[in-house]
């Protein structure tokens, strides 16, 4: 079984059909091991709660993919545990430490790191190559496909 990072813009996706929809949900189905810093779910809030206040769904529908369990589809390491690391790749990379907390974690657990956060997928591509996975590029590692 393979070990994936997922961050809060792939896990929304599972949940809400825009752009990347489905190949965030190939990798929810995929069997792979999904592991993300316990910061996602407070990512996932805070998006939800813009999503409300544009206007763009209801509480009631934000709600739902709070409620959703994703403790049976993501194991939450506590933040702490790669919190120096994160540091260090924030001043390295001049990332935000919430995104470093998860290129930290894929790194710790020598596994991908898979985005649909353009701007820091492209801001680390380069310095981490077997690291970052877009999720546009899923259907293809997986094997799968997206329609």
Same mark, same amino acid.
């Given at each position: 079984?393979?070990?994936?990072?997922?961050?809060?813009?792939?896990?929304?996706?599972?949940?809400?059909?825009?752009?990347?929809f489905?190949?965030?949900?190939?990798?929810r189905?995929?069997?792979?091991?999904?592991?993300?810093?316990?910061?996602?779910?407070?990512?996932?809030?805070r998006?939800?709660?813009?999503?409300?206040r544009?206007?763009?769904?209801?509480?009631e529908?934000?709600?739902?993919?709070l409620?959703?369990? =994703?403790?049976?589809?993501?194991? /939450?390491?506590?933040?702490?545990? %790669? &919190?120096d $690391? +994160?540091?260090?790749?924030?001043?390295?990379?001049?990332r935000?430490?919430?995104?470093?907390?998860?290129?930290?974690?894929? =790194?710790?657990?020598?596994?991908? /790191?898979?985005?649909?956060?353009? %701007? &820091?997928? $492209? +801001?680390?591509?380069?310095?981490?190559?077997d690291?970052?996975v877009?999720?546009g590029?899923?259907?293809?590692?997986?094997?799968?496909s997206?329609?």
């Amino acid at each position: 079984m393979t070990t994936r990072v997922v961050d809060a813009s792939i896990v929304a996706k599972w949940f809400i059909p825009e752009t990347h929809f489905h190949e965030a949900r190939l990798l929810r189905m995929s069997g792979d091991s999904l592991v993300a810093p316990d910061l996602l779910t407070v990512e996932l809030a805070r998006f939800l709660l813009k999503k409300v206040r544009r206007g763009e769904m209801t509480e009631e529908q934000a709600r739902r993919p709070l409620d959703a369990g =994703l403790d049976k589809t993501v194991r /939450f390491y506590a933040m702490l545990a %790669v &919190l120096d $690391d +994160a540091v260090n790749i924030s001043f390295r990379f001049n990332r935000d430490p919430f995104d470093a907390l998860y290129v930290a974690l894929a =790194l710790r657990e020598r596994c991908t /790191f898979v985005t649909a956060d353009r %701007v &820091l997928y $492209d +801001a680390l591509i380069d310095a981490l190559p077997d690291t970052m996975v877009w999720v546009g590029d899923l259907p293809a590692l997986l094997g799968t496909s997206s329609a």
